[in-house]
């Protein structure tokens, strides 16, 4: 299958955060499984399947015959008002309809193999809604630490300012830069600790858990080597593309069953009919029915079930170059993010070097305490825009992967048992009756399903 075209490892992480003694951290594979298995939207496009599953069958069951058991009561005045009764048995077959039954069953398939595409388009949605709150709850979790570490720094260039204010060697503007510096610190670190509140709401909502200690990403999936391999990876296994050729296919059926409907028909009738005395009175009968005229309502089916697939080519086409562009923007966002990982690597480099050597010459009397504490926020600045840079590549990589039609539970490789959305539609999909042993099959696969 080509979603298996390009190995994917998730990343498992060695590096923990906020790992507290004994307890084991979570990694981005855990939370893609919670996230796979806590989805509420997933159950609901499972249950929209089932039910066009359900089509399908009842699509079949037009091919077979109808029976049906009927009780009559008539009153005569002729007969003195006596009430008679009857009771018969009758049986309907459509023998022959040009294939406008068979292709109506046949268009009912094509829709749920669309659907199938749409719950796998819905498993990306959830994967990645997952992959993103994790990393917003490691970098809230950083940045929190930072700005913890910038407030305790800030609390020792105060000390010594203080000091160095005692012995006269700066006057009380450094004294009042330092506190305002504090000041501004802490702010800023209450702010980080919100965000980190939201991050971990967001998560909760996308994994059905708060997180706990989670690791950092110590790999990324592989995704594909140029633009334009993506693009073509993406043309062929998207499933909204996949989707909208199954559509397309559904309208073309439509107008065949459109064009079959203006055509010869043949419906066979038996039936047996008992009165009161058991008297029978058996009958079979052979209808043909053509249609002449229906005050043009069968050639307006037929013209609106071909704009109906013009529409359905049409919206192929977007679909695909709005997929392509998907991954165009995929790969430029991921390029954008890596080069700024490579930069903040640099800047936080220099912006060390800067900040050892003011401190030493602050320390010598040739820097201020402002000169001091300007290095220090740009070396802050530095570490928070790497956190934010690497947190960005992270969710780019996985942004990429769905993008191509591939960010699922079988190509990431996580290990769990996925819903087979083949198990129900095949128990069904003859529908068989509640005591025969399809259905006892079906109520086998109900049981699996935790349906019944």
């Not at 009919?273 to 009958?283: A, G, M, V, W």
């Not at 640099?346 to 030493?360: K, L, M, P």
């Not at 992270?394 to 083949?422: C, F, K, R, W």
């Amino acid at each position: 299958m080509m979603r298996r075209f390009f190995g994917a490892a998730v990343a498992a992480g060695a590096i923990t955060l906020s790992t507290a003694p004994g307890v084991s951290a979570e990694t981005l594979t855990d939370a893609l499984i919670g996230a796979y298995k806590h989805s509420h939207i997933l159950d609901q496009q499972r249950a929209l399947l089932r039910a066009a599953d359900e089509d399908v069958a009842v699509a079949i069951s037009a091919l077979r015959p109808v029976v049906a058991y009927v009780n009559s009561y008539s009153v005569s005045a002729a007969n003195n008002y006596e009430l008679s009764a009857s009771y018969s048995l009758t049986f309907d077959l459509l023998l022959y309809d040009n294939g406008a039954t068979k292709l109506a069953a046949d268009a009912t398939k094509e829709g749920v193999l669309a659907l199938r595409e749409a719950l796998v388009d819905a498993e990306q949605s959830i994967l990645l809604a997952a992959v993103a709150a994790y990393m917003d709850v490691i970098s809230a979790t950083e940045t929190v630490q930072l700005r913890a570490s910038n407030v305790r720094l800030i609390n020792q260039e105060l000390q010594a300012a203080r000091d160095r204010f005692e012995v006269g060697e700066i006057t009380r503007t450094d004294v009042a830069l330092a506190e305002s510096a504090l000041a501004s610190a802490r702010s800023s670190q209450a702010a980080a600790q919100g965000t980190l509140d939201v991050a971990r709401e967001a998560y909760r909502a996308a994994v059905g858990r708060y997180p706990k200690a989670l690791s950092a990403i110590s790999s990324l999936p592989q995704t594909a080597e140029s633009m334009e391999v993506a693009q073509g990876v993406a043309v062929r296994t998207h499933p909204s593309i996949r989707q909208a050729q199954r559509e397309v296919t559904v309208a073309e059926l439509n107008i065949a069953r459109a064009e079959a409907a203006m055509k010869l028909s043949i419906t066979g009738s038996a039936g047996v009919t008992f009165d009161e005395e058991l008297q029978n009175n058996s009958s079979v009968s052979l209808s043909l029915r053509q249609p002449i005229y229906q005050g043009g309502a069968l050639s307006a089916q037929l013209r609106k079930a071909k704009a109906q697939r013009d529409a359905a080519r049409a919206a192929l086409l977007s679909t695909t170059h709005t997929v392509q562009q998907a991954v165009g923007n995929a790969w430029s966002n991921l390029r954008v993010t890596n080069a700024q990982l490579s930069a903040t690597d640099r800047q936080i480099s220099a912006a060390t070097v800067a900040f050892r050597g003011v401190q030493e010459e602050a320390r010598l009397g040739s820097r201020t305490t402002l000169d001091v504490l300007n290095a220090e926020q740009d070396l802050l600045d530095a570490r928070v825009a790497r956190v934010e840079a690497q947190s960005g590549r992270n969710t780019a990589v996985y942004q990429l992967l769905s993008s191509m039609g591939l960010l699922t539970v079988e190509h990431l490789g996580l290990g769990i048992q996925t819903y087979d959305p083949s198990a129900y539609y095949n128990a069904v999909k003859d529908a068989p009756a509640k005591y025969s042993k399809q259905g006892k099959q079906l109520d086998s696969v109900l049981r699996r399903l935790n349906l019944d």
